[in-house]
T-cell receptor, first 113, second 119 residues
Framework: GQQLNQSPQSMFIQEGEDVSMNCTSS?????WLWYKQDPGEGPVLLIA?????ELTSNGRLTAQFGITRKDSFLNISASIPSDVGIYFC?????????????FGKGTHLIIQP | DSGVTQTPKHLITATGQRVTLRCSPR?????VYWYQQSLDQGLQFLIQ???????AKGNILERFSAQQFPDLHSELNLSSLELGDSALYFC??????????????????FGEGSRLTVL
């Protein structure tokens, strides 16, 4: 199946810093999505991207659908303690089947006060 | 609150045993998905049901099975449990964009998960 390479695997940052993470694949995806998982909870959708080149914001979060359709980026500006968690990228193939939705292994974000 | 309900939240059992995990999707969602999350493997897709029928299968072991009932709740059955089956099991639901296939946009709503520990 498809594989997503998500990096970095973990990030230790200071409160107030900006954060960048990305996902790359050898496959072309129709949709890119970013989820966040808080400790003890299930993943929650943050941003969904449907067009190559699309740049979408959700508060302090900004994500981009790479022009090649093989990558995506998520940026978080001015991090705060509640940003702690695991961020997953996901790519959806054309057709929309559940077996066509692939998740990255996640970026663990840890914020040091 | 995603609207997806999973029970039990925690389960401890022994190798060789069988357990059943239960999921109620969001009101109106016809699709239910099961995922396994372990530390080193991330979120692994197991199986999808749409309106009572199996729609897609991922890396689900033969020892595992699932079904979706007429009221749309779903159960994941795990049998002959092994130590390596210890993981978080998530259920998710979605709105189908193509009602005859259960296809979706990738926007899934996850439950809080069931943590299974096999000793």
């Amino acid at each position: 199946g498809q594989q997503l390479n998500q990096s970095p695997q973990s990030m230790f940052i200071q409160e107030g810093e900006d954060v960048s993470m990305n996902c790359t694949s050898s496959s072309i995806f129709n949709t890119w999505l970013w989820y966040k998982q808080d400790p003890g909870e299930g993943p929650v959708l943050l941003i969904a991207l449907y067009k190559a080149g699309e740049l979408t914001s959700n508060g302090r979060l900004t994500a981009q659908f790479g022009i090649t359709r093989k990558d995506s980026f998520l940026n978080i500006s001015a991090s705060i303690p509640s940003d702690v968690g695991i961020y997953f990228c996901a790519g959806q193939l054309r057709g929309g089947g559940a077996d066509g939705l692939t998740f990255g292994k996640g970026t663990h974000l840890i914020i040091q006060p | 609150d995603s609207g997806v309900t999973q029970t039990p939240k925690h389960l401890i059992t022994a190798t060789g045993q069988r357990v059943t995990l239960r999921c109620s999707p969001r009101s109106g969602d016809l699709s239910v998905y099961w995922y396994q999350q372990s530390l080193d493997q991330g979120l692994q897709f197991l199986i999808q049901y749409y309106n009572g029928e199996e729609r897609a299968k991922g890396n689900i072991l033969e020892r595992f099975s699932a079904q979706q009932f007429p009221d749309l709740h779903s159960e994941l059955n795990l049998s002959s449990l092994e130590l390596g089956d210890s993981a978080l099991y998530f259920c998710a639901s979605s709105v189908a964009t193509r009602y005859w296939t259960g296809a979706n946009t990738g926007e899934l709503f996850f439950g809080e998960g069931s943590r299974l520990t096999v000793l």
